[in-house]
């Protein structure tokens, strides 16, 4: 550690101590401190991981929701590694960059400005914490005069330690349009010391003597599309202090490393792999880069991102493959990282409920990926040196690129592990093939980032201007209602407004009220009929509802097709939903929210909903799981859900605050947008989710719930698959069939099925290796038959074969033995399966020179519409025309004569 000049009337303070201390004072200011929130984003496409205090309050500063609080102040959980915020390949090499880290922020919606929070800032770091005035500097936007002249007032600054800089360093945007404004920096003076020796060293330096610890954003303008910027009606303040830094500063340290929120995980590291932290500088960097890398992983595991091979997963696995690849440095031959990921449960866990629940999870998480990329690790190894291989015979100089990057992204070999091994070999890596392909499986990344869902439709223009029109939502009534009378508020036809629509038409209705559900949340929509209640005499309308879709926010449509008569907007309606089909969607909804609370009880609280679709006829739940589900995990989950359904338990529903809710201990969904007040699902007390689904009353209406299939939809993530109610009954009843049609297929009871199938088996098997032995016995005839029948083509021996009942890898082998028999000459063999036609020539070392077995067997199955070719000795060929195979083979002696010819004919 190096060492520095720290102030001794700094009263050191413990990282937890600081965490307190922070909430305790901003509570005690009026601001309402809430509990971070988790590293997934919660509906923000744009975000990889919560990067920032703010993100959870994006929508009270860009004011699409009002803010239930004048105030906030958080810790929030942030990782940067992956997108525009990437500090991975920094950490262990600095002294401040992290994946993983705690902000400390105070925010302002609107309540108060920059006056209270410079006030604030000033007031923590020297009245609470004794931080030395004197040590502190701070910057503003070089246009902010007001920002400026606070500082001067409120903490008495000379004009030199207030320093003013432009707008990459001091003003912020949150996009290229929306709020932005300046923003304020302090920083914390090291010493000269530590500077760089210029008389004019200053905040803006690049040297290590100014230290930024916390950033005040003064969000007071719009910034429209033209850059033009106007004042905001209410500015807001968004402030940001790291408390890895803050503990620096208060722990009299040089490095985040040293603070006491990485010391116990260096120290653990060091003393499984029995080294000494400070001792070689090579190594310290290893164990800062694990430290880091276990908190990350730890902190990312608990909130449900588990690693993967696409978005966040896959930054997941490459933060946990940089750890892995470090342990190589300081000599583990085993996977270590999960213990010492055990540890970052133990010094964080008491802040951090959500790491002790996880952390059975978390240390199986990381040691099966661990296990996984030792394994891969010795795989890509083995690449790489084919693949020298083969550029040492091409005489390359340079490895390629998208090789490389393979042995990367597949293999886990870092790129610059990857340049020591070229370097070895007197080679380089292809760099810019190498980026190419980098490029692209970024752009896969992206995509497969996906959508956060909630968004409105595309092409939705229609659907907002009518829900403009008509000023108001549409009313759903379906919790109560299955049929009721409304009226027609509007027609769209052909993507277009319309008045009326006409028998056999498509179209879609929006009406004033409805029982349908609209499709959301993973539950189809509902299915029936809407009837026109006509005055007029003989004029009708049905309307046969196929789908229930919500394009836009708060409308409703129908689609379907006029079965006859006529509709109007206006008309007055009869809409009546499927009541079989909804409650057979209804009892696999509730099942779903049994399910995930028993699989949550089964395999642990990392568990989180990944996809979900709930049909009449079964239901589908993806969810974040690391393993695939042992046989007695699915019965123990299937027993779970059962007992509950058997227990009757009461289901009710509430519309709540979004906050109280998540407090009341909700489960919530990534992908899912979430406004102010939501409706909260509770069944028997034990499964509580926010859910605008449709729901039984009681569990015993269920029935029963039947697991059919467990499977894996990517790595991270697995899919269950079940039926419930009468579905459930029906697949029973499909089982029994199949068992009565196994009961008199093999006349057996069904007690004695499973012994009469061994048995059976067991008599297959037994005629298997009679027949291999048979077809052994007759090979070796047809071997000295077809050799007897070997023509002499120029004193060569040219033997050309069609073989029945033989794949390809058996024409092969009949081919070499044929060679061995034969012992000078040329072999030519062909087979036909399944539509295709597969050839194999084979020439003995003795005639390499004058025959090319892959020129031969490409002459040849042109024949029969096809090529191939290979070795001189050996060589496969394939064919699209069966018919032809007899032909191909015929011609197999002029082709032999031509090549002999050509290499002076008979010896």
Known sequence: MLAIATCPEIPPMRSDELRR??????????????????????????LLFTNAGMNQFKDYFLGTRPAPFPSAATCQKCARAGGKHNDLENVGYTRRHLTFFEMLGNFSFGDYFKKKAISYAWSFLVGELGMPRERLWVTVYHEDAEAARLWAEIAELPEERVVGLGVKDNFWAMGDTGPCGPCSEIYYDFGPALGCGRPDCKPGCDCDRFFEIWNNVFMQFERSASGEMT????????????????????????????????????????????????????????MRVIADHARAGAFLIADGILPGNVGREYVLRRIMRRAFRYGKVLGFEEPFLFKVAGVVVDTMGGHYGELKNSAKTIAAAIQSEEERFLKTLDRGLVVFQEALSRCRQARLAEFPGDVAFTLKDTYGLPLDLLRELADEEGMVIGEGAFEQALTAQRQRSKKAGGHAGGEEAAGGDVYRDIRERLGMPTSFVGYEELDVQSRIAAIVKDGRDAESAGAGEQCELLLAATPFYAESGGQVGDVGTIALVAEEVGRGGLIEVDDTRRPVE??????????????????????????????????????????????????????????????????????????????????????????????????????????????????????????????????????????????????????????????????????LEAVVGRRALETFRHRDRLLAGLTSALAAPREEL????????????????????????????????????????????????HVAHVDQAGLRDLADQLKQKLGSGLIVLGTAIDGSVFFVAAVTADLTDRLHAGDIVKEVAKIAGGGGGGRRDMALAGGKKPEKLSEALAAVTAVAERALAATGGSR
């Open 231 to 286: 004042p905001l009606p209410r500015p807001s303040i968004d402030t940001g202090m790291g408390l890895e830094r803050l503990s620096m500063v208060m722990q009299g340290v040089f490095s985040v490393f040293d603070t006491d929120l990485f010391r116990p995980l260096i120290e653990a590291t060091a003393g499984l792999c029995g080294r000494t932290y400070g001792a070689d500088a090579n190594a310290d960097v290893a």
């Open 554 to 719: 708060g409308i409703v449509v129908h689609r379907g097709r006029v079965a006859n008569g006529t509709v109007r907007v206006t008309d007055i309606v009869r809409a009546a939903v499927n009541r079989r089909l909804r409650l057979d969607t209804t009892r696999h909804h509730s099942a779903t929210h049994i399910l995930q609370w028993a699989l949550r009880e089964v395999l642990g609280p990392h568990v989180k909903q990944a996809g979900s679709l709930v049909e009449p006829n079964r239901l589908r739940f993806d969810f974040s799981h690391f393993a695939p589900m042992a046989p007695e995990e699915i019965a123990a989950v299937e027993d779970l859900v059962n007992e509950k359904v058997l227990e009757d338990c009461q289901v009710t529903h509430r519309t709540m605050g979004y906050r109280a809710a998540l407090q009341l201990g909700a489960l919530a969904f990534f992908g899912e947008k979430y406004g102010e007040s939501v409706r909260v699902v509770d069944i028997g007390s034990f499964s509580v989710e926010l859910c605008g689904g449709t729901h039984v009353r009681e569990t015993g209406e269920i029935g029963l719930l039947r697991l059919v299939s467990e499977t894996g939809v990517q790595a991270g993530v697995r899919r």
């Open 21 to 46: 201390a922070f909430l305790a004072y901003f509570e005690a200011n009026a601001h309402t401190v809430l509990p971070s929130s988790a590293l997934l984003p919660q509906a923000d496409p744009t």
């Open 754 to 801: 499973v012994e009469r199938a061994e048995k059976l088996l067991a008599e297959l098997r037994a005629k298997d290796r009679q027949i291999e032995t048979l077809q052994a016995a007759l090979g070796k005839q047809q071997l000295t038959d077809a050799a007897l029948s070997a023509t002499d083509v120029h004193g060569v021996k040219v033997l050309a074969r």
